[in-house]
C-alpha cells in the first residue's frame, strides 16, 4: 500500500488520527469517498422520578420551610419581586454620578409636604429676625443670566412670607421682576422712570404684590430704556434712586434692587442707593472673569459716592453637582471671599425656571421643590447675619 500504516491489517478499514479525521481528509474535508463512521445508540430517556420519592428528608422537615426567609411570602418582599417585574433588585448599586440620590432629589411626599409647609407659612408662626433698621441690598453684576432678578424674586417673597416688610425695586427696562412678581409693568403704568426723572414719590408708584401682604413692588416698564441717556445731564443723577427710597413714608425691613446687566447710570444709582452689595456668582467660568471688574466700579463709588457701600453678601447660583467644574468654582470663590459667600447654594432646578411664566416665585410655585428650600436657606441666613452684626453682613 502506498499509504504506509494507513489501514488495519484485518478488515482494510482506514484507522482514523488522533485528531478525530481520516487520512484521505484535511481539515474535515474528504477527498474521496469514505465509509461514514458508525454512531452509537441514542441513550433511552431517562424517567425521572418525583422529587418527594427521591428525597431523604421529608416535605415537612425540609430546610427550605425551616429558613425564616424562605417562609416569608415572596409577594410580600419588595426585592424578591422586583427582578420579576423588571427592577433591578438593588436600585442604589451602579447608579451612575449625573443622577441624585433619592433623599436629595426625590424627598418622600411627607417630607416634601412639610417644607412646603415651612416655607408658605400659612399660620404665621415661623417668622425670620426683622433688622434694627432698614436694610437695602443692590442685587448686581454686569453678566447677564447668573440668575439676578430670580435672586431677587425669591429673597424678597421667602423674607416677606415670614414677617419682613420687603419692597423691590426693578430697575431693569427688561421688567422681569415685576413679570416674576406678577405686578403690571406695560406701557403707561407708572413705573421707576418716574421717580428717577420726573421726581414722583416711590409711595405712588409701589404696588403691593398678590398674595403676599407685606412685600411691594415698583415696577419697570420699556420707558426705563431711555433714562440711560436722559440721568446725562440731570443733577445729582447718581443719587436720584436713593433720595426716592429714604423719602419714602414708610420704613421697610429689606430694599432689594434688581439691576440692569451692566455697569451704566441705572446699577450707579443702585450702588448709591444701597449700603450692601449682593452678587449672585453663576458656577462657570465666564461668571468670573468679569468679577474682578464689578468689584473695582463698587471700590470707585464707595471712595466718591457712597463711602457705606459694602460687599456684604455672595450667593452662588445655578450650582450643578454633577460637574467638577461647578465644584472648582465654588472652591475659588469661598478661598477669595471667604465668610462673605453664603453656605446655601442654589442648585439648578427646572422649578425655579417655570415659576415666573405662571407670574409666581418658585416659593409659591411649588414649595417643596430643592431651588425653593434654598433659597428660604439663603434668605434666612441674610437675615441672621443682619442681626449678628448689627444690619449689615
Not at 487520512?23 to 424517567?47: D, F, L
Not at 418527594?52 to 416535605?59: E, H, L, T, Y
Amino acid at each position: 500500500m502506498s499509504q504506509r500504516g494507513a489501514y488495519n491489517t484485518s478488515d482494510g478499514v482506514p484507522a482514523p488520527r488522533a485528531g478525530g479525521g481520516y487520512p484521505g481528509q484535511i481539515y474535515g474535508n474528504p477527498s474521496s469517498p469514505q465509509p461514514e463512521e458508525p454512531r452509537p445508540p441514542a441513550p433511552a430517556p431517562r424517567s425521572e422520578p418525583p422529587a418527594v420519592a427521591s428525597s431523604p428528608v421529608p416535605v415537612s422537615a425540609a430546610p427550605v420551610s425551616a429558613s425564616p426567609v424562605s417562609a416569608a411570602p415572596v409577594s410580600s418582599s419588595p426585592v424578591a419581586a422586583a427582578p420579576s417585574a423588571g427592577v433591578p433588585a438593588a436600585p442604589d448599586e451602579h447608579v451612575s454620578r449625573e443622577t441624585p440620590s433619592r433623599d436629595e432629589d426625590d424627598p418622600p411626599l411627607a417630607m416634601e409636604a412639610l417644607r412646603a409647609v415651612q416655607i408658605l407659612n400659612p399660620s404665621g408662626e415661623i417668622t425670620m429676625p426683622r433688622p434694627d433698621h432698614p436694610r437695602v441690598l443692590c442685587v448686581a453684576n454686569q453678566k447677564g443670566g447668573v440668575g439676578k432678578t430670580t435672586t431677587t424674586v425669591n429673597l424678597a417673597v421667602a423674607l416677606a412670607l415670614h414677617g419682613n416688610r420687603v419692597l423691590v425695586v426693578d430697575l431693569d427696562p427688561q421688567g422681569n421682576a415685576s413679570t416674576g412678581l406678577n405686578v403690571p409693568h406695560h406701557a403707561g403704568v407708572p413705573d421707576v422712570y418716574d421717580c428717577l426723572i420726573d421726581n414722583v414719590p416711590l409711595s405712588e408708584v409701589a404696588q403691593g404684590v398678590e398674595g403676599i401682604p407685606n412685600l411691594w413692588c415698583v415696577p419697570a416698564t420699556i420707558d426705563l430704556a431711555g433714562a440711560e441717556i436722559e440721568l446725562v445731564s440731570v443733577v445729582a443723577r447718581e443719587s436720584r434712586l436713593a433720595r426716592a427710597i429714604a423719602a419714602h413714608p414708610e420704613k421697610f425691613d429689606y430694599v432689594f434692587i434688581d439691576c440692569p446687566p451692566s455697569l451704566g447710570l441705572l446699577t450707579v444709582n443702585a450702588l448709591c442707593a444701597a449700603q450692601e452689595v449682593l452678587i449672585p456668582i453663576q458656577c462657570e467660568y465666564y461668571a468670573l472673569e468679569g468679577l474682578n471688574q464689578l468689584i473695582n466700579n463698587i471700590n470707585l463709588v464707595r471712595q466718591h459716592l457712597n463711602p457705606t457701600l459694602d460687599v456684604s453678601t455672595i450667593l452662588l447660583t445655578m450650582y450643578d453637582r454633577r460637574t467638577r467644574l461647578a465644584d472648582a468654582v465654588e472652591q475659588d470663590v469661598r478661598n477669595h471671599f471667604g465668610s462673605k459667600v453664603l453656605n446655601a447654594v442654589i442648585p439648578r432646578n427646572v422649578r425655579v425656571s417655570e415659576a415666573p411664566s405662571y407670574g409666581q416665585s418658585v416659593m409659591t410655585y411649588d414649595p417643596g421643590s430643592r431651588g425653593a428650600t434654598s433659597y428660604f436657606e439663603a434668605a434666612l441666613e441674610i437675615a441672621m447675619r443682619g442681626v449678628n452684626t448689627g444690619g449689615t453682613a
